[in-house]
């Protein structure tokens, strides 16, 4: 009998330990080194010949390209799904990742043979999943099964188009002691599913879960493996749902998809920017505006802040769709350069809609909710902002500035704050029937405001 190989991999890196530790020396995670049992492979010569292609030998011509019939969901992908590739979906539970593909299940059978397993539902369960989402075909064929060989060779011998695995957790080979979900099991599944995406062409759908950090259960070199990794966020308490690409081999990972959840599913939200300024109050103080890029779309985003007195000796602040570190830097940078302080006051920072800023261009539209709320000064509707703030209290330069404009003339602002450096790099044509300030420091964005706010 062949003699069992321990060893012991952290489940959060993947980094492998010849012994138990309580704490992974990679990661700093604590209890996430486990023991994984793993049989030893014969070492059989192939025997084969490789020979290498001359790249200029290689042809593209029959490049395919699969409509998912979501435009959104197509612009994540880089134009469509592309023969031959592992596509992984990941998301917190409850997030519309099932959903989404038995959705998409409803265009693709109709030119598409479509192979739908899941280990976690049984038929009768997707049945009734796809009739209250009013998914019907011919061509789409459920299966539910765990057993990952005998699916990839049910997968071999039926050879449908698209394939769907939900998910690659729940997948096991019996071969292989480790439980369902442990790291050994969705690598192995995982180059299972890979190979024969590759040799036969055929374009795989992955569900991943996630930990509670957000990031995918499993393996980085799960990450590794697929082509493409793509990520559903958003507060599962509002309906608006961001479908963002991490990695394509295919396509632009700038993109992202805009979905609204519904009681029939997932519906695309072909005018962002609208939906995540709905609602938006008036003669409020606090409330700014933001033209954001993400990807090659413009988005409108609301930033709400509240500054109130403090009951405490040190102030509280706190932020939801923007990172905390960037907050206390912006405060920082205000005390410093402008003289408006808030050591005495609680500060709270939020983006509407379940969006999340990352991009630099936010701390303009932070620093000026921020003002607004302290001075207790209501910023006019129909002004937007952008810009980055560095250190000494200048507003820096952002990509895309006269798309951003564009955005902002197309829902009715009137005016626009913008750093004065991308004042030449504008077209004044396109520019007609909006406003365009350029200021290159924080006061002077302020006094900017104050001349708006008191309609001069």
Partial sequence: MAKQKVSYICSECGHIYPKWVGRCTECGEWNTVSEQVELPRASVKSGRTLKPKGLSDISCDDDVRYKTGSSELDR??????????????????????????????????????????????????????????????????????????????????????????????????????????????????????????????????????????????????????????????????????????????????????????????????????????SGRPGNVSGISVLCTMEGTRPLLSEVQSLVTKTGFGTPRRAANGFDYNRLCLIIAVLEKRTGYLFGQFDVYVNVTGGMKLSEPAADVAVALSLFSGLCDRVIPEDLAVFGEIGLGGEIRAVSSPMERIKECARLGFKTCIVPKSVLSSLDKKSCEGIRVIGVSTINQMFKAAETLISGE
Avoid: W
């Fill in 76 to 277: 994540v992908l880089g134009g469509g799904l592309v023969a031959g590739s592992l596509v992984l979906l990941s998301g917190d539970p409850g997030i519309g990742k099932s959903t989404l593909l038995l959705q998409i299940c409803n265009y693709l059978d109709k030119s598409c043979k479509v192979l739908y397993i899941s280990g976690e539902e049984s038929e009768r369960q997707i049945k009734l999943r796809a009739d209250r989402l009013r998914v019907s075909g011919e061509n789409l064929y459920l299966l539910s099964d765990t057993d990952c060989e005998a699916i990839n060779a049910a997968i071999i011998e039926e050879k449908p188009d698209v394939v769907i695995i939900d998910s690659i957790q729940t997948m096991q080979i019996t071969e292989i002691s480790s439980a369902q979900g442990s790291i050994t099991q969705v690598r192995e599944c995982t180059s299972l599913f890979m190979q024969t995406a590759k040799k036969y062409g055929i374009p795989f759908f992955i569900v991943g879960h996630v930990n509670k950090d957000g990031g995918i259960a499993g393996p980085k070199v799960l990450e590794h493996i697929v082509d493409t990794v793509l990520c559903f966020e958003g507060d599962k308490q509002l309906s608006c749902r961001i479908l963002r690409a991490v990695k394509n081999r295919y396509g632009s990972t700038n993109e992202i998809g805009v979905f609204r959840m519904c009681d029939r599913g997932l519906e695309e939200v072909p005018n962002p920017s609208a939906m995540l300024l």
